[in-house]
């Protein structure tokens, strides 16, 4: 005869389960990044950061190529914040339901299952040859700006969904357009889930290789332009690890994308955090 688990019983077992892979997901983050930044460390230092690369990348440091990802995430989330953001207002306060709406989100859910490579290829045919942009900060942000699409969307359309409505029903009520509630009262309350999906978005964007491998070039120089190649730090350390140029320095360049993405993820939830305290009135 089977043993029946009382309620209490399972309500440990599962609870037990939960908080081992909370902890098992924490230790598998805590050993990559702590193997990279072991493996790094010994190469960083000031000359290393601040440094230009010698030889293809097998001496000297990666400035350029910090320069290179920021410039790149940042025309990347400039192009599909106000995309993301707008579509999900669309979605969440006109549209309703209907086709275009279901067709819409099938859409998005569809790119957002798209290999990167796939981006890339594509990033090469549109961008770089019918519009003639040629390998570019532009081309290669273009790219990484519609593998970000899908992430702010989604997220920005859920935390729109998910504040209170009595506070666009007492804005109506007052007297204020569509426009104005969304304006100002529930695009304010939204705010932190907006950012937590463009920090999301801004993530993929800046650890990303394979979109950008055949739309940015692969300049050693800093660029300038919209219009200069460049070398991000995920195809410069892509280089340096697949063409046997320099392993050590690919470590380091490794721990600089790492903390480098540490550094946008906390600052960003830390001004997340303030504003939502500031809208609670703490």
Request: aromatic fraction near 8%; glycine fraction near 10%.
């Amino acid at each position: 005869m089977n043993r029946i688990i009382s309620p209490k019983n399972a309500q440990k077992i599962m609870k037990t389960i939960f908080w081992a892979s909370g902890i098992l997901a924490i230790l598998i983050l805590l050993v990559i990044i702590g193997y990279i930044i072991i493996k790094g460390l010994p190469v960083m230092s000031l000359e290393f950061i601040f440094g230009e690369p010698i030889d293809s990348g097998r001496s000297g440091g990666i400035f350029p190529m910090i320069v290179s990802s920021i410039y790149v995430t940042l025309v990347a989330v400039l192009v599909a914040t106000p995309l993301g953001v707008g579509a999900a207002i669309y979605l969440a306060e006109y549209a309703g339901e209907n086709n275009l709406v279901r067709a819409i989100r099938f859409g998005t859910e569809t790119l957002a299952s798209i290999p990167s490579i796939i981006f890339g290829l594509f990033g090469l045919s549109f961008f770089v040859i019918f519009l003639g942009m040629g390998w570019s900060v532009l081309s290669g942000a273009l790219t990484l700006a519609i593998m970000a699409l899908p992430t702010i969307l989604a997220t920005a359309e859920v935390s729109i969904e998910s504040v209170n409505k009595s506070y666009g029903e007492g804005s109506l009520a007052l007297g204020a357009t569509k426009w104005q509630t969304v304006y100002r009262v529930v695009l304010p309350a939204a705010l932190p889930g907006i950012t937590t999906g463009v920090i999301l978005g801004m993530g993929r964007a800046v650890a990303e290789a394979a979109a950008i491998l055949y739309t940015v070039g692969a300049a050693l120089s800093i660029p300038i332009s919209l219009f200069d190649p460049a070398r991000p730090l995920p195809l410069h350390l892509y280089m340096l690890a697949t063409e046997g140029i320099s392993l050590e320095n690919a470590y380091g360049t490794a721990a600089v994308l790492v903390i480098l993405i540490l550094l946008i993820t906390i600052i960003s939830n830390s001004l997340v955090d303030r504003y939502s305290k500031k809208m609670m009135g703490r």
